[in-house]
């Protein structure tokens, strides 16, 4: 009986009877049976079990339920977006994702997806919904580019050379990787060569083991130093095969041949574009290319570098035009290979005087030596991306420029001062220059 009212004294010190601060005073004031002690342990486990398993991946599942899939959702429809990008300086909005169901999601490979090109064209990938995996050992690839995706739950990054073999389970492969500016496939010839080799061959071997579709990035360089001008696909080119461009024209060529082989032999499903002159924002600044150098110079009013006297001719076109012209090689049915350039042809010179009127530059302009086995002159035909793949440049060179400009003025504004790269600037020194220079 004593033992009792003690135990009623405890168990109930505010006599609140039924609340839960009773049930928890109870645990932490009594001083239970061995019976009671089981059963309390019993009642902990249930209440335990119920939080665990219960209440919380419900609580979870309705948070993500109200965020990412409103009442009016339909998976097939482009009002139902995720954003799940992160704002980054380089890429200041959220991008919105599509939502796609999953027979018509697929699983993408972009080699060199970290470049200049291979990045924009994971942002309309990631933007379609699709899951995208980044392979790149970052050579001349940047973080920034892609980190806006490195949250999101349909992106990979492997950092990875694809003069290594890899394994991995995909519908497509974008192959990209290689360096493509002179002065970056220029620094290190045998690396360029293993590039477009070693890595065309591991890719493809992939494509052939999952059944893969596979898209190679060649080049008008292919071409050389053309003797037909404007270039169609059917021209063979007019190469030097030991001159300081032929890491990456011979590279690229054996690439395409390689492609064919597989095709050929093996069944492998492959697409070939062949890319001209194209530039945009997230072009490395230090990558020496025209575009870059000329709009860095103009902006901080230094001397325009021409190459020579100037006359040589380029094509260019906007990034977000190549990127639909890839889309479009990728998923139409034409294999054989496809020129994707805007055929406006500009000299040198007169590029470097629109780039200074455009950017209100006080910068001189002047002549360095020729660069050995620059082409002379590069325009695309097209005319067989508009007839299989009815796509064409709709970006002016001209609106382009704007935005690229936009872009080096932030990347400016950021770094301070840039010393552009100049020819051979990239080349390893020899070794007394270096030990002369300390
Ligand atoms: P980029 O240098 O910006 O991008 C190349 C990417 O490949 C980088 O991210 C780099 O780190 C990566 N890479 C290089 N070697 C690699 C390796 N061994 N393993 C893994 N990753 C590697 O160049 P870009 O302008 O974006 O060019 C992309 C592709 O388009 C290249 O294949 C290039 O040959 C082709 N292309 C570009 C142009 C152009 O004007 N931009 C013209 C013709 C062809
Ligand atoms: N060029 C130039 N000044 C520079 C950079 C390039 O005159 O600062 C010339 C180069 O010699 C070539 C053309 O511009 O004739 C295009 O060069 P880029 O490196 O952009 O690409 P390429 O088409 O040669 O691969």
């Known amino acids: ?15 609140i009877v039924g609340t839960n601060r009773d ?33 919380l991946p419900s609580l979870l ?30 890429t200041p909005i959220v991008m919105k994702t599509h939502r796609l169901v999953d027979g018509k999601r697929l699983k993408i490979m972009v080699t060199g997806g970290a470049g200049f090109v291979g990045s924009h064209l994971v ?46 389970e995909v519908d497509q492969i974008y192959h990209l990787a290689c360096p493509a500016s002179p002065p970056h496939y220029q620094y290190n010839p045998v ?32 071409y050389g130093d053309p003797k037909v001008h404007p270039q169609p696909e059917t021209y063979w080119g007019n190469v ?54 000329f709009i860095i110079q103009a902006l901080q009013d230094k001397p325009i570098t021409i190459y020579g006297d100037g006359s040589q001719t380029r094509s260019f076109q906007y990034v977000s035009d190549l990127v639909d012209g890839l889309h479009a090689l990728m998923n139409g049915g034409y294999d054989m290979p496809v020129n994707l350039g805007n055929p406006d042809e500009y000299s040198v010179k007169e590029f470097a005087t629109y780039i200074k009127d455009m950017t209100n530059s006080k910068s001189t302009i002047v002549y360095l030596p020729k660069n050995q086995d620059d082409p002379t002159q590069r325009k695309p035909v097209i005319q067989v991306a508009k007839d299989q793949l009815g796509w064409e440049p709709k970006v002016k060179v001209e609106d382009g ?19 552009p790269t100049g020819p051979g600037a990239a080349k390893p020194k020899p070794k007394e220059e270096i030990i002369s220079s300390i």
């Open 401 to 419: 420029l704007k935005k690229a400009i936009i872009y080096f003025q932030g990347v400016l504004d950021e770094a301070g001062e840039i010393i």
């Open 61 to 90: 599942l309705s948070t993500l339920t109200s965020k990412e899939t409103p009442s009016n959702y339909h998976p097939d429809t482009q009002d139902n977006y995720r954003s799940e990008s992160i704002p980054t300086v380089t």
């Open 1 to 15: 009986m004593r033992m009792t009212q003690q135990l009623k004294h405890r168990v109930r010190p505010n006599n």
């Open 191 to 222: 690396k360029t060569i293993k590039t477009s080799t070693m890595g065309t061959i591991n890719m493809l071997g992939l494509a052939k083991r999952v059944k893969a579709r596979m898209l190679l990035t060649s080049t008008s360089e292919i």
């Open 123 to 168: 942002d309309k990938l990631m933007m379609e919904g699709h899951e995208v995996t980044v392979l790149d050992n970052f050579f001349t690839g940047q973080r920034k580019n892609i980190e806006h995706w490195l949250h999101h739950p349909n992106f990979s990054l492997v950092v990875h050379d694809v003069t290594e073999s890899i394994m991995r």
């Open 240 to 293: 030097n095969t030991i001159g300081p461009r032929s890491c990456y024209d011979e590279g690229k060529r054996v690439a395409e041949t390689m492609m064919y082989s597989y095709r050929d032999q093996s069944q492998v499903d492959i697409r070939v574009a062949r890319i001209f002159n194209t530039f945009g924002p997230r072009m490395h600044p230090n990558d020496g290319r025209v575009v870059s150098n």
């Open 23 to 55: 049930f928890f005073d109870n645990i932490r004031n009594t001083k239970p049976s061995r019976g009671r002690s089981y059963l309390l342990s019993v009642v902990i486990l249930c209440v335990g079990i119920t939080i665990g398993y219960v209440c």
